[in-house]
Protein backbone atom coordinates (compact mmCIF):
# COMPACT_ATOMS: atom_id res chain seq x y z
CA UNK A 1 0.00 0.00 0.00
CA UNK A 2 1.34 3.78 -0.73
CA UNK A 3 1.49 6.29 1.54
CA UNK A 4 -1.56 7.66 2.62
CA UNK A 5 -1.21 10.03 5.13
CA UNK A 6 -2.15 13.29 4.61
CA UNK A 7 0.18 16.97 4.27
CA UNK A 8 -1.52 19.70 5.48
CA UNK A 9 0.34 21.96 3.53
CA UNK A 10 -0.66 20.30 -0.23
CA UNK A 11 -2.91 22.99 -0.98
CA UNK A 12 -2.55 22.51 -4.22
CA UNK A 13 -3.24 18.71 -4.52
CA UNK A 14 -6.08 17.01 -6.32
CA UNK A 15 -7.38 13.57 -5.73
CA UNK A 16 -10.18 11.71 -7.80
CA UNK A 17 -11.28 8.55 -6.46
CA UNK A 18 -14.39 6.20 -7.90
CA UNK A 19 -17.67 5.76 -5.36
CA UNK A 20 -19.58 2.38 -6.02
CA UNK A 21 -22.21 0.11 -4.50
CA UNK A 22 -24.90 -2.49 -5.08
CA UNK A 23 -23.95 -5.20 -7.49
CA UNK A 24 -26.69 -7.45 -7.77
CA UNK A 25 -25.50 -11.33 -8.65
CA UNK A 26 -25.20 -12.36 -12.39
CA UNK A 27 -27.30 -15.59 -13.47
CA UNK A 28 -26.80 -18.05 -16.57
CA UNK A 29 -28.63 -15.49 -19.11
CA UNK A 30 -27.28 -12.21 -17.60
CA UNK A 31 -23.14 -12.83 -17.15
CA UNK A 32 -21.92 -10.44 -19.95
CA UNK A 33 -24.57 -7.22 -18.74
CA UNK A 34 -24.00 -8.23 -14.74
CA UNK A 35 -20.52 -6.78 -15.16
CA UNK A 36 -21.06 -3.86 -17.80
CA UNK A 37 -20.20 -0.80 -15.12
CA UNK A 38 -16.85 -3.05 -14.44
CA UNK A 39 -16.03 -2.71 -17.88
CA UNK A 40 -17.17 0.69 -18.06
CA UNK A 41 -15.01 1.61 -14.56
CA UNK A 42 -11.58 -0.15 -16.60
CA UNK A 43 -12.11 1.94 -19.30
CA UNK A 44 -12.00 5.65 -16.46
CA UNK A 45 -8.91 3.90 -15.64
CA UNK A 46 -7.49 3.64 -18.99
CA UNK A 47 -8.15 7.47 -19.52
CA UNK A 48 -6.33 10.66 -19.03
CA UNK A 49 -7.37 11.17 -15.22
CA UNK A 50 -8.07 8.01 -13.83
CA UNK A 51 -9.05 7.67 -10.38
CA UNK A 52 -6.84 6.66 -7.67
CA UNK A 53 -9.28 5.06 -5.11
CA UNK A 54 -12.23 3.35 -5.75
CA UNK A 55 -14.58 3.07 -2.35
CA UNK A 56 -17.23 0.17 -2.66
CA UNK A 57 -20.10 1.92 0.05
CA UNK A 58 -21.92 -1.50 0.16
CA UNK A 59 -23.77 -4.83 -1.18
CA UNK A 60 -21.00 -5.72 -3.04
CA UNK A 61 -22.35 -9.09 -3.31
CA UNK A 62 -26.47 -10.50 -2.66
CA UNK A 63 -26.31 -13.18 0.06
CA UNK A 64 -30.07 -13.26 -0.46
CA UNK A 65 -30.26 -13.15 -4.00
CA UNK A 66 -31.93 -16.11 -3.99
CA UNK A 67 -34.42 -15.16 -1.34
CA UNK A 68 -33.46 -18.62 0.63
CA UNK A 69 -34.94 -20.78 -2.65
CA UNK A 70 -31.17 -22.51 -3.71
CA UNK A 71 -29.26 -21.25 -0.78
CA UNK A 72 -26.72 -23.30 0.58
CA UNK A 73 -27.35 -25.87 3.23
CA UNK A 74 -24.66 -24.97 5.57
CA UNK A 75 -25.05 -21.50 6.60
CA UNK A 76 -21.57 -20.35 7.21
CA UNK A 77 -20.90 -21.50 3.06
CA UNK A 78 -23.97 -18.43 2.32
CA UNK A 79 -21.90 -16.04 3.76
CA UNK A 80 -18.51 -16.86 1.51
CA UNK A 81 -19.57 -17.92 -1.93
CA UNK A 82 -21.06 -15.14 -3.49
CA UNK A 83 -17.57 -13.60 -2.61
CA UNK A 84 -15.84 -16.42 -4.55
CA UNK A 85 -18.21 -15.54 -7.56
CA UNK A 86 -17.71 -11.78 -7.61
CA UNK A 87 -13.52 -11.85 -6.74
CA UNK A 88 -13.46 -15.12 -9.28
CA UNK A 89 -14.68 -12.85 -12.35
CA UNK A 90 -11.77 -11.21 -14.11
CA UNK A 91 -13.61 -7.94 -14.78
CA UNK A 92 -13.59 -7.61 -11.00
CA UNK A 93 -10.08 -8.91 -9.91
CA UNK A 94 -8.47 -6.92 -12.15
CA UNK A 95 -10.06 -3.51 -11.53
CA UNK A 96 -7.86 -3.58 -8.13
CA UNK A 97 -5.01 -4.50 -9.50
CA UNK A 98 -4.89 -1.31 -11.14
CA UNK A 99 -5.88 1.33 -8.55
CA UNK A 100 -3.46 1.98 -5.72
CA UNK A 101 -6.94 1.28 -3.12
CA UNK A 102 -9.74 -0.32 -2.92
CA UNK A 103 -12.48 0.74 0.65
CA UNK A 104 -15.19 -1.40 1.31
CA UNK A 105 -18.00 -1.06 4.11
CA UNK A 106 -20.51 -3.32 3.90
CA UNK A 107 -24.17 -2.80 3.86
CA UNK A 108 -28.05 -5.16 4.45
CA UNK A 109 -27.31 -7.72 1.35
CA UNK A 110 -23.66 -8.76 2.61
CA UNK A 111 -26.34 -9.63 5.53
CA UNK A 112 -29.75 -9.47 4.96
CA UNK A 113 -31.98 -7.11 3.03
CA UNK A 114 -32.81 -4.10 5.40
CA UNK A 115 -30.98 -5.93 8.23
CA UNK A 116 -31.12 -4.54 11.64
CA UNK A 117 -31.63 -6.02 15.42
CA UNK A 118 -34.91 -7.40 16.17
CA UNK A 119 -36.31 -7.43 19.67
CA UNK A 120 -37.19 -10.56 20.65
CA UNK A 121 -38.53 -12.02 24.44
CA UNK A 122 -35.03 -14.82 23.68
CA UNK A 123 -33.45 -11.46 23.22
CA UNK A 124 -31.11 -10.97 19.89
CA UNK A 125 -29.80 -13.57 17.82
CA UNK A 126 -26.31 -12.23 16.49
CA UNK A 127 -25.24 -15.44 14.68
CA UNK A 128 -25.91 -14.31 11.06
CA UNK A 129 -24.39 -10.41 11.81
CA UNK A 130 -21.18 -12.35 13.02
CA UNK A 131 -20.95 -15.06 9.89
CA UNK A 132 -21.77 -11.98 7.62
CA UNK A 133 -18.64 -9.43 9.50
CA UNK A 134 -16.38 -12.72 8.51
CA UNK A 135 -17.43 -13.04 5.15
CA UNK A 136 -17.08 -9.43 4.88
CA UNK A 137 -13.76 -9.41 6.79
CA UNK A 138 -11.56 -12.34 4.76
CA UNK A 139 -12.92 -10.82 1.12
CA UNK A 140 -13.79 -7.58 1.16
CA UNK A 141 -11.00 -5.98 3.80
CA UNK A 142 -8.59 -8.79 2.16
CA UNK A 143 -8.05 -5.19 0.14
CA UNK A 144 -7.70 -2.46 3.07
CA UNK A 145 -7.53 -2.42 6.56
CA UNK A 146 -8.00 -5.73 8.44
CA UNK A 147 -10.83 -5.75 10.64
CA UNK A 148 -9.84 -5.32 14.31
CA UNK A 149 -11.19 -8.18 16.29
CA UNK A 150 -12.04 -8.32 20.10
CA UNK A 151 -16.01 -6.64 20.29
CA UNK A 152 -19.35 -8.65 20.70
CA UNK A 153 -21.26 -9.36 18.78
CA UNK A 154 -19.15 -8.44 16.12
CA UNK A 155 -15.52 -6.67 15.54
CA UNK A 156 -16.24 -3.15 14.29
CA UNK A 157 -16.34 -2.48 10.63
CA UNK A 158 -15.81 1.14 10.62
CA UNK A 159 -12.26 2.55 10.04
CA UNK A 160 -10.49 5.27 8.82
CA UNK A 161 -7.41 6.27 6.42
CA UNK A 162 -5.99 9.12 4.98
CA UNK A 163 -4.63 10.05 1.45
CA UNK A 164 -3.17 13.12 0.39
CA UNK A 165 -4.89 15.86 0.15
CA UNK A 166 -7.98 14.33 1.74
CA UNK A 167 -9.13 12.26 4.74
CA UNK A 168 -11.96 9.53 4.50
CA UNK A 169 -14.05 7.70 7.29
CA UNK A 170 -15.55 4.87 6.51
CA UNK A 171 -18.57 4.26 8.31
CA UNK A 172 -20.77 1.46 9.30
CA UNK A 173 -24.28 2.12 9.68
CA UNK A 174 -25.95 -0.82 9.24
CA UNK A 175 -24.32 -3.70 12.08
CA UNK A 176 -24.37 -1.15 15.25
CA UNK A 177 -28.20 -0.27 14.58
CA UNK A 178 -30.37 -0.57 17.80
CA UNK A 179 -33.33 -2.42 17.74
CA UNK A 180 -36.69 -0.88 16.58
CA UNK A 181 -40.18 -0.28 17.59
CA UNK A 182 -42.85 2.16 18.53
CA UNK A 183 -41.15 2.16 22.21
CA UNK A 184 -37.95 2.36 21.26
CA UNK A 185 -38.08 4.47 18.28
CA UNK A 186 -37.22 7.83 20.16
CA UNK A 187 -33.59 6.50 21.39
CA UNK A 188 -32.85 4.25 18.09
CA UNK A 189 -29.47 4.66 16.79
CA UNK A 190 -28.23 3.83 13.84
CA UNK A 191 -24.24 3.27 14.88
CA UNK A 192 -23.12 2.51 18.59
CA UNK A 193 -21.59 5.30 20.96
CA UNK A 194 -17.86 4.20 20.13
CA UNK A 195 -18.15 4.84 16.45
CA UNK A 196 -20.12 8.27 17.61
CA UNK A 197 -17.08 9.17 19.36
CA UNK A 198 -14.41 8.02 17.16
CA UNK A 199 -16.34 9.58 14.10
CA UNK A 200 -16.34 13.05 16.00
CA UNK A 201 -12.77 13.14 16.72
CA UNK A 202 -11.85 12.53 13.72
CA UNK A 203 -14.26 15.26 12.11
CA UNK A 204 -12.79 17.53 15.29
CA UNK A 205 -8.99 16.69 13.85
CA UNK A 206 -9.39 19.89 11.42
CA UNK A 207 -12.48 21.17 11.71
CA UNK A 208 -12.19 24.51 9.57
CA UNK A 209 -11.59 24.38 5.73
CA UNK A 210 -8.13 23.12 5.33
CA UNK A 211 -8.50 19.74 4.85
CA UNK A 212 -11.26 17.87 2.41
CA UNK A 213 -13.15 15.19 4.61
CA UNK A 214 -15.31 12.42 2.95
CA UNK A 215 -17.28 9.84 4.89
CA UNK A 216 -18.88 7.19 3.46
CA UNK A 217 -22.10 5.91 4.76
CA UNK A 218 -23.89 3.14 2.93
CA UNK A 219 -26.87 4.54 4.05
CA UNK A 220 -27.96 7.59 2.49
CA UNK A 221 -27.67 10.99 4.79
CA UNK A 222 -29.98 13.26 3.16
CA UNK A 223 -32.57 13.45 1.08
CA UNK A 224 -34.99 12.26 2.77
CA UNK A 225 -37.66 9.88 2.00
CA UNK A 226 -41.05 11.16 1.29
CA UNK A 227 -43.21 8.52 3.97
CA UNK A 228 -40.30 9.67 7.15
CA UNK A 229 -41.23 12.79 7.26
CA UNK A 230 -44.13 13.77 9.74
CA UNK A 231 -44.76 11.78 12.88
CA UNK A 232 -41.76 10.25 14.47
CA UNK A 233 -43.39 7.12 13.92
CA UNK A 234 -42.83 6.86 10.61
CA UNK A 235 -39.47 6.72 10.68
CA UNK A 236 -39.77 2.95 11.39
CA UNK A 237 -40.83 2.48 7.36
CA UNK A 238 -37.32 4.19 6.70
CA UNK A 239 -33.94 2.22 6.67
CA UNK A 240 -31.60 4.97 5.78
CA UNK A 241 -30.72 8.20 8.42
CA UNK A 242 -33.88 9.40 8.30
CA UNK A 243 -35.04 6.33 9.93
CA UNK A 244 -32.77 6.89 13.28
CA UNK A 245 -33.82 10.62 13.29
CA UNK A 246 -31.82 10.87 17.23
CA UNK A 247 -29.06 10.18 14.82
CA UNK A 248 -29.30 12.32 12.31
CA UNK A 249 -30.45 15.22 14.45
CA UNK A 250 -27.36 14.68 16.37
CA UNK A 251 -24.78 14.44 13.55
CA UNK A 252 -26.59 17.56 11.71
CA UNK A 253 -25.81 19.50 14.98
CA UNK A 254 -22.56 18.61 15.95
CA UNK A 255 -21.23 19.77 12.29
CA UNK A 256 -23.34 22.79 12.66
CA UNK A 257 -21.78 23.34 16.30
CA UNK A 258 -18.61 22.79 15.23
CA UNK A 259 -18.63 24.74 11.73
CA UNK A 260 -17.11 21.48 10.04
CA UNK A 261 -15.97 22.68 6.83
CA UNK A 262 -15.22 21.03 3.39
CA UNK A 263 -17.11 17.88 4.46
CA UNK A 264 -18.45 15.19 1.66
CA UNK A 265 -20.92 12.33 2.23
CA UNK A 266 -20.58 9.45 -0.52
CA UNK A 267 -23.34 6.88 0.02
CA UNK A 268 -25.02 3.86 -2.00
CA UNK A 269 -27.91 1.63 -1.53
CA UNK A 270 -30.95 3.43 -3.01
CA UNK A 271 -30.08 1.99 -6.49
CA UNK A 272 -30.03 5.76 -8.02
CA UNK A 273 -27.83 8.92 -8.35
CA UNK A 274 -28.57 11.93 -6.39
CA UNK A 275 -26.44 15.03 -4.94
CA UNK A 276 -27.72 16.87 -2.44
CA UNK A 277 -26.52 20.52 -1.34
CA UNK A 278 -27.71 20.79 2.42
CA UNK A 279 -27.22 23.68 4.86
CA UNK A 280 -27.58 24.08 8.45
CA UNK A 281 -28.86 27.29 9.84
CA UNK A 282 -28.93 27.96 13.40
CA UNK A 283 -32.61 29.73 14.21
CA UNK A 284 -32.70 30.10 18.33
CA UNK A 285 -30.12 29.56 21.07
CA UNK A 286 -26.41 30.68 21.60
CA UNK A 287 -25.57 29.62 17.51
CA UNK A 288 -28.03 31.96 16.12
CA UNK A 289 -26.42 34.75 13.85
CA UNK A 290 -23.34 32.21 13.12
CA UNK A 291 -22.34 31.67 9.67
CA UNK A 292 -24.29 28.31 8.05
CA UNK A 293 -22.76 25.52 7.68
CA UNK A 294 -22.76 23.29 3.80
CA UNK A 295 -22.08 20.10 3.44
CA UNK A 296 -22.88 17.98 0.55
CA UNK A 297 -24.67 14.46 0.04
CA UNK A 298 -23.49 12.17 -2.82
CA UNK A 299 -25.34 9.17 -3.48
CA UNK A 300 -24.06 6.75 -6.14
CA UNK A 301 -26.25 5.06 -9.10
CA UNK A 302 -25.92 1.07 -8.49
CA UNK A 303 -23.21 -1.08 -10.36
CA UNK A 304 -26.47 -3.73 -11.32
CA UNK A 305 -29.76 -3.45 -10.26
CA UNK A 306 -31.77 -5.31 -12.92
CA UNK A 307 -35.18 -5.36 -10.98
CA UNK A 308 -36.75 -1.82 -11.06
CA UNK A 309 -39.13 -2.66 -8.80
CA UNK A 310 -35.87 -2.97 -6.51
CA UNK A 311 -34.90 0.40 -7.52
CA UNK A 312 -36.27 3.87 -5.35
CA UNK A 313 -37.02 6.64 -8.08
CA UNK A 314 -36.69 10.41 -7.60
CA UNK A 315 -40.60 10.57 -6.09
CA UNK A 316 -40.04 8.41 -3.28
CA UNK A 317 -37.13 11.31 -2.50
CA UNK A 318 -37.93 15.12 -1.04
CA UNK A 319 -35.66 17.09 -3.87
CA UNK A 320 -36.14 20.55 -2.06
CA UNK A 321 -36.40 20.02 1.73
CA UNK A 322 -36.58 22.23 4.68
CA UNK A 323 -37.15 20.92 8.34
CA UNK A 324 -36.05 22.06 11.96
CA UNK A 325 -34.72 19.76 14.56
CA UNK A 326 -33.02 20.73 18.67
CA UNK A 327 -29.31 20.60 19.30
CA UNK A 328 -29.87 17.21 21.81
CA UNK A 329 -26.69 18.39 23.44
CA UNK A 330 -27.09 22.41 24.05
CA UNK A 331 -30.20 23.01 25.70
CA UNK A 332 -32.13 26.28 23.81
CA UNK A 333 -30.48 25.67 20.59
CA UNK A 334 -32.66 25.25 17.08
CA UNK A 335 -31.67 24.84 13.63
CA UNK A 336 -33.06 24.85 10.37
CA UNK A 337 -32.10 22.06 7.77
CA UNK A 338 -32.60 23.03 4.06
CA UNK A 339 -31.85 20.34 0.82
CA UNK A 340 -31.47 20.71 -2.65
CA UNK A 341 -30.91 17.09 -4.64
CA UNK A 342 -29.97 16.88 -8.51
CA UNK A 343 -30.76 13.76 -9.78
CA UNK A 344 -28.66 12.96 -12.76
CA UNK A 345 -30.48 10.02 -14.36
CA UNK A 346 -27.60 7.40 -16.26
CA UNK A 347 -29.53 4.06 -14.94
CA UNK A 348 -26.50 1.57 -13.79
CA UNK A 349 -23.09 2.53 -13.14
CA UNK A 350 -20.63 4.62 -10.93
CA UNK A 351 -19.50 8.21 -9.93
CA UNK A 352 -15.84 9.69 -9.90
CA UNK A 353 -15.57 12.20 -7.78
CA UNK A 354 -12.42 14.97 -8.11
CA UNK A 355 -11.30 16.94 -4.85
CA UNK A 356 -9.31 20.75 -5.59
CA UNK A 357 -8.95 23.65 -3.80
CA UNK A 358 -11.12 26.84 -3.69
CA UNK A 359 -11.31 30.22 -2.42
CA UNK A 360 -13.08 29.14 0.68
CA UNK A 361 -12.03 25.70 1.03
CA UNK A 362 -12.60 22.63 -1.13
CA UNK A 363 -14.73 21.80 -4.01
CA UNK A 364 -15.76 18.75 -5.07
CA UNK A 365 -16.26 17.88 -8.90
CA UNK A 366 -18.52 15.37 -9.05
CA UNK A 367 -19.12 12.70 -12.43
CA UNK A 368 -21.73 10.48 -12.72
CA UNK A 369 -20.53 7.46 -14.96
CA UNK A 370 -23.40 5.32 -16.74
CA UNK A 371 -23.05 2.97 -19.84
CA UNK A 372 -24.18 5.50 -22.29
CA UNK A 373 -23.93 8.41 -20.35
CA UNK A 374 -22.59 11.19 -17.86
CA UNK A 375 -23.81 13.78 -15.94
CA UNK A 376 -21.30 16.50 -13.58
CA UNK A 377 -21.97 18.87 -11.01
CA UNK A 378 -19.35 20.83 -9.08
CA UNK A 379 -20.21 20.84 -5.58
CA UNK A 380 -18.79 24.08 -4.03
CA UNK A 381 -18.29 25.06 -0.42
CA UNK A 382 -21.02 27.58 -0.57
CA UNK A 383 -23.08 26.54 -3.85
CA UNK A 384 -23.74 24.57 -6.44
CA UNK A 385 -21.06 24.93 -9.67
Known sequence: MPDLSVNPESKDAELRFAVAS???????LDKQPAYRSYERLAQSLAGGRPPELLLLVGDQVYI???AGLFDPTVLADRFHRPYKVLYGEPRVSAIGRRLDGVYCVMDDHELEDNWEPVETP?????GKLRLAVEGYAKWERAQGP???PGRSPAPPVWYAFDRDPARFFMADTRTERTARNVRLLSGARIMGSEQRDALRTWLEKDANRTIPKVIATPSILLPRRRWARGHEANALRSDAWDGYRASLHELLAFIARKEIGSLFFVSGDEHLSCAARIEIRAIAGPAAGKPNTVIY?????????PFPFANSVEEDLVA???FEFDDPEVAGT???CTVDTRFPRIGDGFAVLGLSPAADGWQLCCEFIGHTASVTYSCLPKGWG
Open 122 to 126: AGIDY
Open 297 to 305: SIHGSPLYA
Open 22 to 28: CQYASGL
Open 320 to 322: ADR
Open 64 to 66: DAT
Open 146 to 148: ACV
Open 334 to 336: RYE
